[in-house]
C-alpha cells in the first residue's frame, strides 16, 4: 500500500535554532540591501508582508503575491528597482545562513527508506520562503531537493500551515491520493492540528526517543522511532477521511490555487491534449469545473440556504464539453471565473452554524441526505477532476 508522506522541514528534518536563524536572517537581508533600503524600514516591512501571508485565506493570490503587495509599496520601492538585488540575496548569501542550522540525526536515512519503499514523500514546509530559499535549506538538512515529490514555496502556494487548506493544496498538488497520508512535524499548532481538521494522521516529532513519553507514544518521538513505527503500522488506519466541515471547506478554498498549480506553465497545446479520444483535455476538465460551479453549484448552495428540507437537483454536465466546445475557449480566462464563483460560494459557507450544515435535504443522485453532505459531493467533485487533470499533466 501506497503511503504519502508530508515532512515538516524545520526542526522536523534539519535542526534549525529559529532563536539563532531568524535574527541571522533579518542581518543578512538588511545589510545585502543596505544600499538600496534603510534597515529600519526593511524589517517593518518584512514582517508586515509576513503576518499578511500567515493571515490569508484568499485562493486567487498565491502568498508572494500577498507579500509583494504589501513589501515593495512599505518600503517605497518598486519591485522592478530590487528584484535582482534580493535574488541575488538567495543565491548568494542565504546559503550561507545556513551555519547556524544543523543536520538533523537519522532525516537522511528516514528519507532514503521512505523512498525504497516506494513512498511518495513531500516537504510540506510553511511556504513563506521562495523557492530558492527553501531548496537551500533542504541541502543544509543534507537532502537532495529533486528526490521529493512536492516542495511547497511561497511562489505557487496560497495558505500558510495554520490553515487547513494548505494541507488540502498539498494533497492536490500530488493529484489527491487515493491512499494513506501521514504528515509529520514538531509543531502541535501548525504542523499537526490543521493537517488534523483537514481528516489526516499525524506523527509528532520532537526528538526525545518515544520510549521515554510512555503508552501514548504511539505517534511521537524522534526520526527513528518514526521509522519503526511505519514498519509496524496498519497503513489503511492512515487513510483520511474529508467528511468534517473544516475538511470540506479546506478542499474547497484550495482547489482555484491547486489548478492554476497544475496548470502552470502549459503551453496552449497542452492545454488541449487529450490522452486518449474519449478523455477530457486540461481545458475542459477547467470548463467543465467552471461551469459546474456557476450553474450547478451556486444553485445548490443556495436552495439549502433558503428552503427547508429542499430536493437538491443535479443537471448532467458531463455532456457540455463538446455541446459546448470547450477546446475553443480561453484557459485562463476559465481559471479566473471559475476563483471568482468558487470564492463566491465560499463567502456563503464561511461562518455557518451547525444547525445549517445538519440541515436535510433530498439529492436527485444520492437520496437523503444534508447540508454538510452535499457541500461534501462539491467537494468530491473537485478532487476527482483534480485527479483526472494530475493523470492528464503526467501524460504530457
Not at 531548496?135 to 511562489?155: K, N, Q
Request: a negative charge.
Amino acid at each position: 500500500m501506497t503511503l504519502t508522506l508530508l515532512l515538516d522541514l524545520d526542526d522536523t528534518l534539519l535542526d534549525t535554532n529559529m532563536d539563532a536563524f531568524v535574527p541571522a536572517y533579518f542581518q543578512a537581508l538588511a545589510k545585502h540591501l543596505k544600499g538600496h533600503v534603510q534597515p529600519e524600514s526593511m524589517l517593518p516591512a518584512l514582517m508586515s508582508g509576513t503576518q499578511l501571508m500567515l493571515a490569508s485565506d484568499d485562493p486567487a493570490h498565491t502568498l508572494q503575491e500577498v507579500f509583494e503587495a504589501d513589501f515593495y509599496p512599505k518600503l517605497g520601492i518598486p519591485k522592478e528597482q530590487l528584484g535582482d538585488v534580493i535574488e541575488q540575496f538567495y543565491d548568494e548569501v542565504f546559503p550561507t545562513i545556513g551555519r547556524v542550522t544543523k543536520k538533523r540525526e537519522g532525516a537522511a536515512e528516514l528519507v532514503d527508506w521512505a523512498f525504497a519503499q516506494g513512498y511518495r514523500v513531500a516537504v510540506a514546509t510553511d511556504p513563506l520562503f521562495p523557492r530558492k530559499a527553501t531548496l537551500h535549506r533542504i541541502r543544509w538538512a543534507g537532502l537532495e531537493p529533486e528526490r521529493f515529490d512536492l516542495v511547497s514555496s511561497f511562489e505557487t502556494f496560497h495558505f500558510s500551515k495554520s490553515h487547513p487548506a494548505y494541507f488540502a493544496e498539498v494533497l492536490g498538488r500530488l493529484g489527491w491520493p487515493d491512499s494513506p497520508v501521514l504528515m509529520v512535524g514538531n509543531d502541535v499548532e501548525r504542523d499537526l492540528v490543521p493537517a488534523q481538521r483537514l481528516g489526516l494522521a499525524t506523527y509528532q516529532i520532537d526528538g526525545v526517543p518515544a520510549s521515554r513519553f510512555g503508552p501514548e507514544a504511539a505517534r511521537r518521538g524522534n526520526l527513528v522511532d518514526l521509522r519503526l513505527w511505519l514498519e509496524s503500522a496498519d497503513l489503511a488506519l492512515l487513510e483520511p477521511s474529508f467528511k468534517t466541515t473544516d475538511a470540506i471547506l479546506a478542499v474547497l478554498a484550495s482547489t482555484p490555487g491547486v489548478l492554476a498549480g497544475l496548470s502552470s506553465g502549459l503551453c496552449e497545446t497542452a492545454w488541449s491534449y487529450e490522452p486518449k479520444p474519449d478523455d477530457w483535455a486540461m481545458i475542459e476538465i477547467l470548463c467543465h469545473l467552471r461551469d459546474t460551479e456557476r450553474e450547478i453549484h451556486q444553485m445548490q448552495v443556495k436552495t439549502l440556504l433558503e428552503e427547508v428540507s429542499p430536493f437538491i437537483p443535479r443537471p448532467d454536465a458531463a455532456v457540455w464539453a463538446k455541446q459546448r466546445q470547450y477546446l475553443n475557449e480561453n484557459a485562463h480566462l476559465a481559471l479566473q471565473e471559475f476563483t471568482a464563483s468558487r470564492i463566491s460560494i465560499l463567502s456563503k459557507l464561511k461562518g455557518l452554524g451547525e444547525d445549517i450544515w445538519s440541515r436535510t435535504a433530498r439529492h436527485a443522485i444520492f437520496g437523503p441526505s444534508n447540508f454538510r453532505e452535499v457541500v461534501g459531493f462539491i467537494a468530491d467533485h473537485d478532487r476527482l477532476h483534480i485527479q483526472q487533470a494530475w493523470n492528464t499533466i503526467k501524460t504530457l
